[in-house]
Nanobody, 124 residues
Framework: QVQPVESGGGAVQTGGSLRLSCAAS????????MGWFRQAPGKEREFVAAIRWSTGVTNYADSVKGRFTISRDNAKNTMYLQMNSLKPEDTAVYYCAARQGFRIAIRGNEYDYWGQGTQVTVSS
């Protein structure tokens, strides 16, 4: 079964940085847009950032603009999320997702493939 696989989570202090990676597991699957979502305890899943694979066009949630950067490596079929100036409110499980469709969607139910998630914890 094809599934994105996240890596790179961990624990950092406020102001620290982490880089998340998302790679396709198994055979390469067809997708147009990949994104990152997160879910904190007791909260709903929320959109973080997304990138259109062919053009590199990106979209970010307001809460992470200027601090997070989404990018992709076509040769490695891998997407990244560079997270800088981390805050305690960034603490969550971060999920990688992919969709077949040109639009850079921000709703989770528009994505077709999901990873298992990686924990990010930011302490004050």
């Amino acid at each position: 079964q094809v599934q994105p696989v996240e890596s790179g989570g961990g624990a950092v202090q406020t102001g620290g940085s982490l880089r998340l990676s998302c790679a396709a597991s198994g055979r390469t699957f067809s997708y147009d847009v990949m994104g990152w979502f997160r879910q904190a305890p007791g909260k709903e899943r929320e959109f973080v950032a997304a990138i259109r694979w062919s053009t590199g066009v990106t979209n970010y949630a307001d809460s992470v603009k200027g601090r997070f950067t989404i990018s992709r490596d076509n040769a490695k079929n891998t997407m990244y999320l560079q997270m800088n100036s981390l805050k305690p409110e960034d603490t969550a499980v971060y999920y990688c997702a992919a969709r077949q469709g040109f639009r850079i969607a921000i709703r989770g139910n528009e994505y077709d493939y999901w990873g298992q998630g990686t924990q990010v914890t930011v302490s004050s």
